[in-house]
């Protein structure tokens, strides 16, 4: 249909992926191996590998983003990798994987740029000038030494900029966030009656996931102008502005590499990810307070009408108030007494067939 409709040449496709059978063949102290080995395998194009076999958490914190890591960033644009969480509660395992990325990427970044000096006395040149920087990019305090290219030696530069408050205010309330997450998976697993014994558990779920919505927000919108920043002032061309030599015509300066800023980038975008789906998590744990199930209102079923307008015409004397209630033929002008064998609260109430009255001919006969 999508050829016949559509002209799509490939309707559908699928890409290697693992099962938990492939993973856990292997062993858990192997578990590295295991999505080593597939790496291996699928050099090029997406993979899917189940991580969960054991420990979600700990293969995507300390094995893909720590013995794997440069396995996964060496990755072609085209060669995804796919981390795949098959258990848990869906939204409390990605909120926590999300914080987890989050400050992974950016809390364990190290970057390096390259310029290189060549002087008009060629004795005095520098061809690779490394300058290397780190989280949290107190880049004031990262220093290099340069050639002066006239013949007084060399000299020591620092770049600029300070931008450690708003890198580490992301990668704290990223880590908080997970910290929170962890252990509200833990209350909904184990504690589950507990949390619902009353309404005090679901609201401070509701007013933490609202608080740190706000928070992943202002974070990830700061880190995204401070990287902004730390990309100007680590920029190989605004490094070279601040050498001596370079400003002299008779030397030439050129940049070598720029630093790799994608698990940066990378960063911000798990940021504001992680900002949707608490915001998104707003609503699930809305429902599960009072408030929400106060609004409700829900209509009287036609049943329970039926039934309630069957009762009330029943307990007020269907059988005595019409026929044989006050104006029917067996009462006061009847042989019984005013209060006939079929009381008035209802003709087969638990007065039924008791005489409340002499069974003698009354004054009126």
């Not at 040449?9 to 295991?34: L, V, Y």
Request: glycine share 8%; aromatic share 16%.
């Amino acid at each position: 249909m999508a050829q016949q409709y559509y002209n799509c040449n490939m309707a559908g496709f699928s890409i290697p992926a693992a099962e938990h059978s492939t993973i856990i063949s292997w062993g858990r102290d192997q578990e590295k191996e295991a999505f080593a080995y597939l790496l291996e395998q699928f050099p090029s194009g997406p993979v899917s590998v189940v991580s969960d076999s054991y420990d979600i958490f700990h293969a995507c914190k300390h094995i893909w983003g720590g013995k794997l890591k440069e396995y996964v960033v060496e990755r072609n644009e085209d060669s995804t990798l796919m981390i795949r969480p098959d258990s848990g509660d869906p939204t409390k395992t990605l909120i926590e994987l999300f914080a987890i990325f989050a400050f992974a990427t950016c809390g364990g970044y190290t970057g390096e740029l390259e310029v290189s000096v060549d002087c008009a006395n060629k004795t005095e040149s520098d061809l690779n000038i490394e300058i290397e920087f780190t989280y949290p990019f107190r880049l004031h305090q990262v220093y290099f030494d340069v050639p002066t290219c006239d013949g007084k030696g060399r000299e020591r530069l620092f770049l600029l900029g300070d931008y450690s408050s708003s890198a580490e205010f992301f990668v704290t309330i990223a880590v908080f966030a997970f910290l929170y997450s962890l252990g509200a998976t833990v209350v909904y697993i184990f504690f589950q009656n507990k949390y619902r014994e009353n309404n005090r558990g679901p609201l401070i779920d509701f007013i933490v996931t609202v608080v740190f919505s706000f928070l992943w927000l202002v974070s990830s919108s700061a880190w995204a102008k401070g990287l902004s920043d730390v990309k100007i002032a680590t920029d190989p061309d605004e490094v070279l502005l601040l050498m001596t030599a370079c400003k002299q015509q008779s030397n030439k300066c050129f940049p070598i590499h720029s630093p790799v800023m994608s698990g940066l980038n990378t960063s911000v975008v798990f940021g504001f990810l992680n900002f949707i789906l608490w915001a998104g998590n707003i609503w699930f744990v809305f429902k599960e307070t009072g408030w929400h199930a106060s609004g409700q209102r829900y209509p009287q079923s036609t049943t329970e009408k039926q039934s309630s307008s069957y009762n009330q015409s029943y307990s007020q004397g269907g059988y005595d108030q019409e026929s044989y209630g006050p104006t029917s033929g067996y009462n006061q002008q009847g042989g019984y007494d005013q209060q006939s064998s079929y009381s008035q609260v209802g003709g087969c109430s638990q007065q039924s067939f008791v005489q409340s009255g002499p069974t003698s001919f009354t004054n009126q006969m």
